[in-house]
């Protein structure tokens, strides 16, 4: 069953099916003893590869690259991926888009955002005419062969987003995501709009939409939940805190103990990245 089929199963399996951002090869590490998904966040993947915020200076190939390293380590999981506008020109996205299949993502989220793009839960956010998105979207979509499609607005006026929502629903895309939708009406409203294509609903701590469980977004017929950033934000205050101790400690390091992680755990997680440890997974 290759990897796209699979995510479909999830995806139309019942309740909603969770996908947790990574931002590096260590956080996927974690996260893979928790969760069957992930969801490679370009606000993770900037900060953590560049050093930058999410503003558009994710390079394609670089993407590509840790897809590739993230699937050799974790041969199940489900890999979906944000690969913002496609990089700007729809033949771009088409590359991309085809280049991540041949190593096995399961799914992409193409947005309707133009430069200079913005993380979906801030202001400032712009987006193209819908029809050069839709232009684009499907090029994307006749370029892929099974990879999972999550066709992406970015709007924030009323009756925009539910134009667009229709309008992405119409199309071949696997699944609609409004991002930073701000309300469980909303949300409903969206719902009712798309009829029976997949929802997808995106939550990052600090950001527009509202805090939801699994079983809340499951009884509004959400689908999918992408998680962009608990690894990320974990990551910041738990270095910030540990550094902080070092110093007020003089530079003596804590003492290890069942609740600490030392050299002998950090191994252990990382020898299950092996590729020679590793069941045979089809493609």
């Given at each position: 069953?290759?990897?796209?089929?699979?995510?479909?199963?999830?995806?139309?399996?019942?309740?909603?099916?969770?996908?947790?951002?990574?931002?590096?090869?260590?956080?996927?590490?974690?996260?893979?003893?928790?969760?069957?998904?992930?969801?490679?966040?370009?606000?993770?993947?900037?900060?953590?590869?560049?050093?930058?915020?999410?503003?558009?200076?994710?390079?394609?190939?670089?993407?590509?690259?840790?897809?590739?390293?993230?699937?050799?380590?974790?041969?199940?999981?489900?890999?979906?991926?944000?690969?913002?506008?496609?990089?700007?020109?729809?033949?771009?996205?088409?590359?991309?888009?085809?280049?991540?299949?041949?190593?096995?993502?399961?799914?992409?989220?193409?947005?309707?955002?133009?430069?200079?793009?913005?993380?979906?839960?801030?202001?400032?956010?712009?987006?193209?005419?819908?029809?050069?998105?839709?232009?684009?979207?499907?090029m994307v979509l006749?370029?892929?062969?099974?990879?999972?499609?999550?066709?992406?607005?970015?709007?924030?006026?009323?009756?925009?987003?539910?134009?667009?929502?229709?309008?992405?629903?119409?199309?071949?895309?696997?699944?609609?995501?409004?991002?930073?939708?701000?309300?469980?009406?909303?949300?409903?409203?969206?719902?009712?709009?798309?009829?029976?294509?997949?929802?997808?609903?995106?939550?990052?701590?600090?950001?527009?939409?509202?805090?939801?469980?699994?079983?809340?977004?499951?009884?509004?017929?959400?689908?999918?939940?992408?998680?962009?950033?608990?690894?990320?934000?974990?990551?910041?205050?738990?270095?910030?805190?540990?550094?902080?101790k070092l110093k007020?400690?003089?530079?003596?390091?804590?003492?290890?103990?069942?609740?600490?992680?030392?050299?002998?755990?950090?191994?252990?997680?990382?020898?299950?990245?092996?590729?020679?440890?590793?069941?045979?997974?089809?493609?």
């Open positions: 069953m290759s990897h796209p089929h699979r995510l479909r199963q999830a995806i139309d399996a019942d309740g909603t099916t969770p996908l947790i951002g990574v931002f590096d090869m260590f956080s996927a590490s974690v996260a893979a003893r928790h969760y069957d998904g992930m969801f490679v966040s370009g606000f993770g993947f900037a900060a953590s590869h560049y050093g930058l915020p999410d503003i558009g200076f994710i390079a394609w190939p670089d993407i590509i690259a840790f897809v590739q390293r993230l699937r050799l380590s974790f041969p199940r999981q489900h890999l979906l991926v944000d690969i913002d506008d496609g990089y700007v020109d729809p033949e771009t996205a088409c590359h991309v888009v085809q280049s991540l299949e041949a190593i096995g993502a399961s799914g992409v989220i193409l947005e309707d955002q133009k430069r200079p793009r913005r993380c979906g839960h801030v202001d400032g956010k712009q987006v193209l005419p819908l029809e050069e998105y839709l232009e684009k979207l499907d006749a370029a892929r062969r099974e990879l999972v499609v999550v066709a992406r607005t970015d709007a924030t006026e009323e009756d925009e987003i539910l134009r667009r929502a229709k309008a992405l629903a119409a199309t071949d895309a696997d699944v609609v995501l409004v991002d930073g939708v701000r309300s469980v009406e909303r949300i409903r409203t969206v719902r009712r709009v798309i009829g029976d294509k997949p929802l997808l609903f995106n939550q990052i701590a600090g950001g527009t939409s509202p805090r939801l469980s699994l079983s809340e977004l499951s009884d509004l017929g959400v689908d999918v939940a992408i998680y962009s950033t608990p690894c990320l934000f974990a990551a910041q205050t738990a270095i910030d805190q540990a550094l902080s007020e400690a003089d530079g003596r390091l804590p003492r290890t103990g069942p609740d600490t992680v030392g050299v002998a755990e950090c191994l252990a997680l990382l020898e299950k990245n092996i590729s020679r440890h590793h069941e045979h997974v089809p493609a």
